[in-house]
């Protein structure tokens, strides 16, 4: 019998490598007589849960009579896992009416879920479960609590947990600097750093991510070199997830020279950091790269994930060459890609935006299943081909099959009305939006419901929407009105609007030169002269270029 316990010792060290082995060590533990045994149980319960079994995980749960801690907190974290939380949170419930208190590693589990479930009220409720359990100030429970809070963007939560905790460690300060991060809030990041080290905590690799999440734009370039210079210093530049995202955060500052240094440092580079250089160049707009790149990975045997296809269709797109993009949707369908709505939806989107609106749509027929990325997309293209009606009939058909529509989808269609000068169809759209779909307006729809209205002549009508909006408006629905000033040669409502826009950003010289040009039109010469007089800028109309397969044609 000695034997079989040494062998079981042994055989539970190793993590099994198929169900099949599960099965064998399970079969093992029961002619020892030994599956009642809830430390046995719990290495089984983990062991199916790690090979994907967790309904056999539960069945070893159920034959378990005495049931620690440890096993309640193996088929809970099986279930979190799986991403089946209503289990993991009833089997949670049911561990509270027995005997067995949860500990910190059971309300830290909990919280998890809660956080991959996006269940804020869940998770504020297992947070009162823990303080009343008198776990609100553990530092295991603290650190899925802040971590998850974060995930929320309830940073304020997140920090007083964390002010809860006497003596935070490394992961708990780790989590509130990455919490920050998630959130944009730079400054905070950077004081909790310091504050850790303060405290006497040495950063490792994860207090670098947490702090190259902080780096959101080139506005904090600065501060990013100065991580970068920390992590060399301290020897993660080898850590593979330090390094991938600091090609994240140079591609994020547009600083590619420096992007491309860290990558080519790496010796083998993962598919994660590939697509983080690839989606820099196309950031950029140096879509010439990006396709460089791709081209480069897929010849290193790498396959690109569907959020990589996104990315380059999306610099396809925006460099208008067709050729690559047909290159890439030869790709998806050598692959079996093409029923993947994403990449289906930005090949519709590039199609479109290439000129090829009869490509787009037959993609977006082929595909198996739409969503709303994919009717969104669709329903531009034909807006911005002037296919006005027919995006409306999509836009139908989409509401038929019970889609709901976003703000993109009636961005897109006012859009379609602007370019098809649908002054009524824009009206009832702009009212469905907001009573019957409860969208609030942005800014762009603003902008075009403005563009529709000053475009039609309906000058008066248009602002008197910008005066029921509230101060400041935004210069781009005042650029809007200022602009069909022009084309309506109405100089007394465009002195109005300059105005505004003049005292919202006095260095912007475009208004000005668009004011004179209205002034000019209606012979104002003394009024052109003033407003010319006052450009401090030297603006300078480029001559227009034509291109056509990379090539430049005056």
Same mark, same amino acid.
């Given at each position: 019998?000695?034997? @079989? *316990?040494?062998?079981?010792?042994?055989?539970?060290?190793? !993590?099994?490598?198929?169900?099949?082995?599960?099965?064998?060590?399970?079969?093992?533990?029961?002619?020892?007589?030994?599956?009642?045994?809830?430390?046995?149980?719990?290495?089984?319960?983990?062991?199916?849960?790690?090979?994907? &079994?967790?309904?056999?995980?539960? @069945?070893?749960?159920?034959?378990?009579?005495?049931?620690?801690?440890? %096993?309640?907190?193996? %088929?809970?974290?099986?279930?979190?896992?799986?991403?089946?939380?209503?289990? +993991?949170?009833?089997?949670?419930?049911?561990?509270?009416?027995?005997?067995?208190?949860?500990?910190?590693?059971?309300?830290?589990? !909990? $919280?998890?879920?809660?956080?991959e479930n996006f269940d804020s009220a869940g998770l504020r409720l297992a947070h009162?479960?823990?303080?009343?359990?008198? %776990?609100?100030? &553990?530092?295991?429970?603290?650190?899925?609590?802040?971590?998850?809070?974060?995930? *929320?963007?309830?940073?304020?939560?997140?920090?007083?947990?964390?002010? /809860?905790? =006497?003596?935070?460690?490394? $992961?708990?300060?780790?989590?509130?600097?990455?919490?920050?991060?998630?959130? /944009?809030?730079?400054?905070?990041?950077?004081?909790?750093?310091?504050?850790?080290?303060?405290?006497?905590?040495?950063? &490792?690799?994860?207090?670098?991510?947490?702090?190259?999440?902080?780096?959101? &734009? =080139?506005? %904090?370039?600065? !501060? /990013?070199?100065?991580?970068?210079?920390?992590?060399?210093?301290?020897?993660?530049?080898?850590?593979?997830?330090? $390094?991938?995202?600091?090609?994240?955060?140079?591609?994020?500052?547009?600083?590619?020279?420096?992007?491309?240094?860290?990558?080519?440092?790496?010796?083998?580079?993962?598919? $994660?950091?590939?697509?983080?250089?690839? +989606?820099?160049?196309?950031?950029?707009?140096?879509?010439?790269?990006a396709l460089l790149f791709f081209r480069e990975l897929n010849m290193k045997g790498k396959k690109a994930d569907t959020v990589l296809i996104a990315s380059v269709l999306a610099s396809i797109a925006q460099s208008a060459n067709v050729g690559p993009g047909r290159e890439i949707h030869g790709y998806v369908l050598r692959n079996g890609l093409g029923s993947d709505v994403m990449v289906s939806s930005a090949l519709v989107d590039m199609y479109s935006k290439c000129g090829f609106l009869h490509s787009g749509t037959r993609v977006f027929e082929l595909m198996p299943k739409q969503n709303i990325v994919s009717y969104n997309s669709i329903i531009s293209g034909l807006g911005l081909h002037g296919c006005a009606f027919e995006a409306f009939r999509i836009f139908n058909k989409m509401l038929n099959k019970g889609v709901v529509p976003d703000e993109s989808t009636f961005s897109s269609l006012l859009c379609a009305c602007c370019h098809a000068g649908l002054v009524q169809d824009g009206r009832e759209l702009f009212r469905r939006m907001k009573y019957e779909f409860d969208i609030e307006a942005k800014t762009e729809h603003y902008v075009y419901v403005v563009k529709l209205l000053g475009s039609a002549g309906e000058l008066e009508e248009a602002y008197n929407l910008i005066q029921s909006?509230?101060?400041?408006?935004?210069? /781009?629905?005042?650029?809007?009105?200022?602009?069909?000033?022009?084309?309506?040669?109405?100089?007394?409502?465009?002195?109005?609007?300059? @105005?505004?826009l003049f005292e919202s950003n006095p260095d912007n010289d475009v208004y000005r030169v668009m004011l004179s040009n209205i002034y000019a039109s209606d012979g104002r010469w003394d009024d052109v002269k003033k407003v010319r007089d006052n450009i401090t800028g030297g603006l300078r109309k480029l001559p227009g270029l034509s291109k056509i397969e990379g090539q430049f044609c005056k």
């Open positions: 019998m000695q034997s @079989h *316990f040494d062998l079981l010792q042994s055989e539970l060290c190793k !993590i099994c490598k198929s169900l099949l082995r599960v099965k064998k060590l399970h079969a093992l533990v029961i002619k020892s007589n030994l599956s009642e045994d809830p430390f046995y149980a719990t290495q089984i319960i983990r062991q199916y849960a790690a090979n994907g &079994d967790v309904n056999y995980a539960h @069945h070893v749960f159920d034959k378990t009579p005495t049931r620690s801690v440890y %096993l309640w907190n193996s %088929l809970i974290r099986a279930y979190a896992q799986a991403q089946r939380f209503r289990s +993991a949170f009833s089997l949670f419930n049911n561990m509270l009416t027995t005997n067995t208190r949860p500990d910190n590693f059971t309300y830290a589990c !909990i $919280v998890r879920a809660c956080s009162g479960r823990a303080i009343v359990s008198g %776990l609100g100030s &553990d530092s295991v429970c603290g650190s899925a609590l802040v971590t998850a809070y974060s995930k *929320f963007g309830l940073v304020n939560e997140a920090g007083g947990v964390f002010n /809860g905790i =006497s003596e935070p460690d490394l $992961v708990l300060w780790n989590s509130l600097i990455s919490g920050y991060g998630y959130s /944009g809030l730079c400054d905070k990041g950077m004081q909790t750093f310091n504050a850790m080290r303060r405290a006497g905590k040495k950063p &490792d690799g994860y207090t670098i991510v947490g702090l190259l999440l902080n780096v959101a &734009d =080139s506005s %904090l370039l600065r !501060i /990013g070199h100065g991580i970068h210079g920390l992590s060399l210093k301290n020897g993660f530049d080898f850590n593979s997830h330090v $390094v991938s995202l600091l090609v994240n955060m140079y591609s994020r500052c547009k600083c590619m020279t420096s992007a491309y240094k860290v990558f080519a440092s790496i010796f083998q580079p993962d598919l $994660v950091t590939w697509s983080a250089l690839i +989606a820099g160049y196309s950031l950029t707009g140096d879509y010439v790269k909006l509230p101060e400041p408006v935004e210069e /781009g629905i005042l650029g809007a009105l200022l602009s069909c000033c022009n084309s309506c040669e109405n100089s007394d409502l465009a002195e109005t609007i300059a @105005h505004r």
